[in-house]
């Protein structure tokens, strides 16, 4: 079995993994991920899931480098930071359609340094509700999202933030599209689903 390495830092993306794949390492790929001028977000999210995999390439390895990026109209949202651009952010978000673009990278070299890698775009639509403040506060007061695109989870209390979410894979919008995934690793030699071996 080849050896797997999420090319991430993100908690989130290791518990989709670990859903498919028991076993594999993490490393932090230290990628800039500023936006380029005139950049789009589906654009921004691909060249970063490409940039995470490639940082890591490792003889014989599978690496799967992910981003995700967000956006209201040609808005790019970004990770919150704090509570208060938290508020700000989902403010800016009701009654509105918010796109994830949710972009992963599967890389594979050999020990000849012959390698290639696949690439793939999840689309997800999320319709805000036409939410007042006081229920910002309150998604906010219970779940304080600061690291995560738009400013929610919805594998917590996001969906009363929302009438609507559209999309071919639900694990997308937590942070890795694991239908696609499991294809692309079963393609390079994984019997999936795999135990964790401790």
């Known amino acids: 079995m080849p050896r797997v390495i ?6 989130y993306r290791a518990a989709l993994l670990r859903r498919i794949c028991g076993t594999f390492d993490t490393e932090t790929p230290g990628v800039d ?3 380029r001028p005139g ?3 589906q654009a921004l999210a691909l060249r970063l899931a490409r940039a995470k995999a490639n940082a890591i390439m490792a003889s ?3 690496v799967i480098g992910s981003d995700q990026t967000a956006a209201c109209g040609s808005r790019i949202l970004t990770k919150p930071g704090s509570v208060e651009r938290q508020i700000e952010q989902l403010r800016d978000c009701r009654g509105q359609t918010v796109t994830f673009y949710t972009a992963v990278a599967v890389a594979q070299v050999d020990e000849s340094g012959t390698g290639d890698i696949e690439t793939h775009t999840n689309i997800t639509n999320v319709r805000f509700r036409e939410l007042d403040d006081e229920a910002i506060k309150r998604y906010v007061a219970l779940d304080p999202a600061i690291d995560c695109a738009g400013g929610f989870r919805i594998e917590a209390a996001g969906p009363v933030l929302f009438d609507a979410v559209t999309t071919t894979d639900p694990t997308a919008l937590i942070g890795l599209p694991l239908c696609w995934v499991s294809d692309a690793l079963q393609r390079r030699g994984l019997f999936l689903p795999t135990p964790a071996t401790d």
């Open 6 to 11: 999420l090319a991430s830092s993100s908690p």
């Open 60 to 62: 014989g390895a599978i």
């Open 33 to 35: 991920e500023t936006a």
């Open 39 to 41: 950049e789009s977000a």
